[in-house]
T-cell receptor
């Protein structure tokens, strides 16, 4: 049973465009929601994270939008660049934090 | 040395054999988690070790076992390998707090 559902599976965006990846969860005990970026042959790297006490968090070109009532959160990549081409994973964790539940990943391709 | 180091990077084993994967945690990190990432999927939590004790386990059979050493390095052992064990195995270390995880680049295990 997938605790965190992620869509789309793949995404193609023109350089300069906005990339949007969505995730949904059911467990209301989750209180930490990170996004990871993974390049081929590498482990996931933390990109940005949010807790449910805020509805939005922005770091540079990356923004997380969080809707607690809908149990959904999304990653927005503004001014997408070819170097952003990677697989992106959303994840969720409870306060005890001893495991992350990952989504199935979104393969992003940014076309020059 | 900073970062999480995993060895070996690639490994081919025969069904029924046993394998040991190794992880050197980021300096100062006392918590290590292991994840299995099947091709095209998100990482799945195997277990976590905190100060040499198991601190949570995912839905993996007992033939997956681990160790954490006093220097906080860690091993993942898998007995009686099955074809479905073929995956990227990721190690992540942290100081124990949610959000501070650093992933290694993983060990690609192929079972034939």
């Amino acid at each position: 049973q997938q605790q965190v559902k992620q869509s789309p599976q793949s995404l193609i965006v023109q350089k300069g465009g906005i990339s949007i990846i969505n995730c949904a969860y059911e467990n209301t005990a989750f209180d930490y929601f990170p996004w990871y970026q993974q390049f081929p042959g590498k482990g996931p790297a933390l990109l940005i994270a949010i807790r449910p006490d805020v509805s939005e968090k922005k770091e540079g070109r990356f923004t997380i939008s969080f809707n607690k009532s809908a149990k959904q959160f999304s990653l927005h990549i503004m001014d997408s660049q070819p170097g952003d081409s990677a697989t992106y994973f959303c994840a969720a964790s409870t306060n005890t934090g001893n495991q992350f539940y990952f989504g199935t990943g979104t393969s992003l391709t940014v076309i020059p | 040395e900073t970062g999480v180091t995993q060895s070996p990077t690639h490994l081919i084993k025969t069904r029924g054999q046993q394998v040991t994967l190794r992880c050197s945690s980021q300096s100062g990190h006392n918590t290590v988690s292991w994840y299995q990432q099947a091709l095209g999927q998100g990482p799945q939590f195997i277990f976590q070790y905190y100060r040499e004790e198991e601190n949570g386990r995912g839905n993996f059979p007992p033939r997956f076992s681990g160790l954490q050493f006093p220097n906080y390095s860690s091993e993942l052992n898998v007995n009686a390998l099955e074809l479905d064990d073929s995956a990227l195995y990721l190690c992540a270390s942290s100081l124990g707090e949610v959000g501070g995880y650093t992933f290694g680049s993983g060990t690609r295990l192929t079972v034939v």
